[in-house]
């Protein structure tokens, strides 16, 4: 079992940046793929970020590159997003997922077996 909580939402403006975390209750190395997904208030979930076990391998979705990147401190157990140049468009609640089963897309977010329990972004014009 690995429990997740994620923090560092909160309301900023457009064009600023912030970082949010995923402390997780095991080694982080030991994770088959974690990610990023958030979800917009009367919008379907959306993948934002994966990262493999090897801490180097990354997959950020198209809209989103450049501005996110995914990245974990192991010392720390904890997985980071960090968002810049952010727009009104980023607000959603964003959740940490971990641990994919088998060989799935990382983007597939049914296929991550642990979930936190969100953190809210707000991104006003």
């Known amino acids: 079992q690995v429990q997740l909580v994620e923090s560092g939402g909160g309301l900023v403006q457009a064009g600023d940046s912030l970082r949010l975390s995923c402390a997780t209750s095991?080694?982080?190395?030991?994770?088959?793929?974690m990610g990023w997904f958030r979800q917009a208030p009367g919008k379907e979930r959306e993948f934002v970020a994966a990262l493999a076990r090897n801490g180097i391998s990354t997959l950020h979705a198209d809209s989103m590159k450049g501005r996110f990147t995914i990245f974990r401190d192991d010392a720390k157990h904890t997985l980071y997003l960090q968002m810049n140049s952010l727009r009104p468009e980023d607000t959603a609640v964003y959740y940490c997922?971990?641990?994919?089963?088998?060989?799935?897309?990382?983007?597939?977010?049914?296929?991550?077996?642990?979930w936190g329990q969100g953190t809210q972004v707000t991104v006003s014009s």
């Open positions: 095991v080694a982080t190395f030991t994770i088959n793929y």
């Open positions: 997922a971990a641990d994919l089963r088998g060989d799935a897309s990382v983007s597939e977010g049914s296929k991550y077996r642990y």
